[in-house]
């Protein structure tokens, strides 16, 4: 069960709001602009800069500040407003200029301590249950609220569905995204064939290594009704969405590599990539210098063909008339790890556990206690309100949750019942105070000093596929081999829907 209630969850920020060297800037990919903060930084018009550039209350919706060395998710959004241009410009043609929607989401996990860096892209169809409420829907709607609190609402989404904690938020829309690409002098992406997108205006008509500028780097990342050019004439590409995350991801390495060609730790390209972003990026406002400084350190040599992407697995739902994609959480339970910061066979610590500390409204003041003191002890701790009352506290946690669930026992001062459900994600765990609640521990106990036989059993999570074994007596069978081409010199033509590729061209591409 998805154990939404229909209130919302504590939407003021409990921690004092930061001066203005705290609200450095974060463009559209975190890597790049630590490269060009660090270069920068000591210049007064960067300076002058960042006083202007604007910043988002997520609250305790972000986990508890960590130490800087410490590995970080940033929530990196696109959207699809288009606020930032004039109203007579053409790309504003039939557009909402107030509206917005999540046109990607990203999760950029970097690791200071080996230098790593990972992206994971969440389909914006996704069908989820989407924050305040509940309510099953596609993630890209989750931010339409506007505000502070749309923001709020998708980092919660992102929560109380995946199991991912989120450090950092950075917003970019239409309009810090082309003046970006014009700083960098145009992004180059290899083309196969010719290729066009009528609803986003993407247009190149003909194949290699093609320089595109702010314009047809705008339609290419927003191309969903993607076409490439065969002899037999234009032929779609049927991925959608799908197949616009992986040429996004794509195209975030060559503007990366392409910032990098630039100069772009060149303190006068730092302060152009800064000015361009500073009118139509927006931020969440917990970032201090100091952070900022130390990531670019570590991150200066970063080589943008080791940043690992991946998607969240999904599969064509649609639902009442509306083209959903739902997830495969099989198989993206495993993908997801790598993000919710526990190192395979490593100890949950109390960072890497969400709790949501559920109640009715009216104990708002007293959940909101509780909570306060769960992130002081070092948990990502959240008031979520609900109607039902239980006489006894209990945690609720999922089928990896186990561990997170003891783990937050072992600082109430009352040993609570525990229930396993199935559908909460990760080490997310939900606490319900009782009568019987006698608050939290300054110093939690030792786990092994828990009743072994009052805790939930240990659970197995099997994060790999085990291959059938034969039985005993019985030879395996063997694979089968590959299949050969009868004529080596005829190559296969790729299916209909897919773009022909040349990976040895597209890398020579720069």
């Known amino acids: 069960m998805r154990c939404y209630g229909p209130g919302v969850s504590r939407s003021r920020s409990l921690r004092p709001r930061r001066t203005w060297p705290q ?4 463009a559209t990919n975190v890597v790049l602009v630590l490269a060009c903060l660090g270069a920068a930084a000591s210049l007064s018009k960067l300076r002058s800069t960042i006083e202007d550039v604007p910043v988002v209350d997520i609250g305790s919706s972000l986990t508890p500040l960590t130490e800087v060395t410490e590995p970080r998710n940033f929530l990196i959004i696109g959207t699809d407003s288009a606020s930032g241009f004039d109203p007579d410009d053409p790309r504003t043609e039939g557009r909402d200029m107030t509206g917005q929607l999540a046109d ?3 999760i950029l996990r970097v ?3 080996d230098g790593s860096a990972q992206l994971l892209s969440i389909p914006r169809d996704s069908r989820v249950a989407v924050a305040p409420d509940g309510t099953m829907a596609r993630i890209n709607g989750a ?9 709020r609402n998708l980092v919660q989404t992102i929560k109380r569905n995946f199991g991912i904690s989120v450090d950092n938020y950075v917003e970019v829309d239409f309009k810090s995204f082309t003046d970006l690409v014009d700083v960098l002098g145009g992004v180059p992406v290899y083309f196969t064939t010719p290729v066009r997108d009528r609803m986003s205006g993407l247009f190149v008509d003909e194949p290699g290594c093609i320089m595109l500028d702010p314009d047809q780097a705008l339609a290419y990342a927003r191309s969903r009704t993607f076409e490439y050019r065969t002899e037999s004439g234009w032929q779609v590409d049927g991925s959608g969405d ?3 995350i992986t040429r996004q991801q794509d195209f975030i390495k060559r503007a990366l590599r392409r910032a990098s060609d630039q100069g772009v730790r060149n303190p006068s390209t730092a302060v152009g990539v800064v000015n361009a972003a500073a009118a139509s990026v927006r931020m969440d406002d917990t970032l201090d210098v100091g952070t900022i400084l130390t990531l670019m350190r570590e991150f200066q040599n970063f080589n943008p063909e080791e940043l690992a992407s991946t998607q969240v697995p999904t599969f064509f739902d649609p639902r009442g008339g509306v083209a959903y994609q739902s997830i495969d959480w099989d198989e993206a339970d495993l993908l997801l790890e790598p993000f919710r910061g526990v190192e395979p066979g490593a100890v949950i610590e109390p960072r890497n556990v969400i709790v949501d500390v559920r109640g009715r409204e009216a104990e708002e003041p007293g959940l909101e206690a509780i909570a306060d003191q769960l992130d002081g002890v070092g948990f990502d701790a959240e008031v979520y309100f609900n109607r039902s009352t239980v006489s006894r506290t209990t945690i609720t946690h999922g089928p990896r949750g186990r561990d997170a669930a003891v783990l937050l026992a072992a600082q109430l001062e009352v040993l609570p019942d525990f229930v396993e459900d199935d559908e909460i994600s990760g080490y997310r765990v939900e606490l319900e105070p009782g009568t019987d609640f ?3 521990r300054p110093e939690a106990v030792p ?3 828990l009743p072994l036989e009052l805790l939930p059993p240990p659970t197995t999570v099997v994060d790999e596929p085990v291959p059938d074994e034969p039985p005993p007596g019985e030879p395996a069978e063997p694979e089968s081999p590959p299949e050969v081409a009868e004529d080596p010199t005829v190559t296969t033509e790729p299916p209909p829907g897919v773009v022909p590729t040349d990976p040895q061209q597209a890398a020579t591409c720069r």
């Open 242 to 244: 799908l197949g616009r």
């Open 104 to 106: 990607v989401i990203m």
């Open 111 to 113: 690791d200071p301590r």
């Open 143 to 151: 931010i339409s609220a506007g505000g502070d609190e749309g923001p």
């Open 447 to 449: 786990v092994e000093s």
């Open 438 to 440: 006698a608050g939290i």
């Open 23 to 26: 609200r450095l800037l974060l």
